[in-house]
């Protein structure tokens, strides 16, 4: 069975700095990897995903994750953090099969302080 | 474009009442899933249909049954509500081949 860790529920970032927002992972095979967003009252909104290829993945809004096998990690990152990036932010796997399920981590809010 | 459709937006019931969500996919996608997100907590997957068939099945109670229906909306029904069903009811859409989630805006459910 997969299941998904981030071990953060919380991450303060001043407006401005890096931001890093940690995941990791367990599968018994190959994982797609997911970040999705969740701003208040509202449905996730898909960020990016890892399914092959190039260990950096780039997505929506700036944001950018690296997958690293050997640490079974898919950490979420931007370069320079917005007030708008405050929400919650959820890293979610999958087994690449036809029809799998996604596994949603426990959720990190992520603060921007302005 | 066109994004997943989940009905009521909102519900308040009793409980032992019984409620019905429903969701319309995207056109063209073949997967739907059912998830369940409590106050403060982490979607929880409950049930998932591929091109109308249950394809998986996760933490549902006993009470609550879906399906998918031929023009690919999908109802999940609660019976016998409890105080802890309230929460918020995602329903997702995807292409099987791709793995990403399109996520609707959710159905509050309140149980009073």
């Known amino acids: 069975a997969q299941s998904v860790a981030q071990p953060e529920d919380q991450v303060n970032v001043a407006e401005g700095n890096p931001l890093t927002v940690k995941c990791t992972y367990s599968v018994s095979g190959n994982p797609y990897l997911f970040w999705y967003v969740q701003y208040p009252n509202r449905g996730l909104q898909f960020l990016l995903k890892y399914i092959t290829g190039d260990n950096l993945v780039k997505g929506s809004y700036g944001f950018e994750a690296e997958f690293n096998k050997s640490q079974t990690s898919f950490h979420l990152k931007k370069p320079s953090a917005l007030v708008s990036d405050s929400a919650l932010y959820f890293c979610a796997v999958s087994l690449m099969n036809r029809d799998d399920k996604i596994i949603f981590g426990k959720g990190t809010r992520l603060h921007i302080l302005p | 474009a066109a994004g997943v459709i989940q009905s009521p937006r909102h519900l308040i019931k009793e409980k032992r009442e019984t409620a019905t969500l429903k969701c319309y996919p995207i056109p063209r996608h073949d997967t739907v899933y059912w998830y369940q997100q409590g106050p403060g907590q982490d979607p929880q997957f409950l049930i998932s249909?591929?091109?109308?068939?249950?394809?998986d099945k996760g933490s549902i109670p006993d009470r609550f049954s879906a399906q998918q229906f031929s023009d690919y909306h999908s109802e999940l029904n609660m019976s016998s509500l409890e105080l802890g069903d309230s929460a918020l009811y995602f329903c997702a859409s995807s292409i099987s081949s791709t793995g990403e989630l399109f996520f609707g805006e959710g159905s509050r459910l309140t149980v009073l």
């Open positions: 249909f591929y091109e109308k068939m249950q394809s």
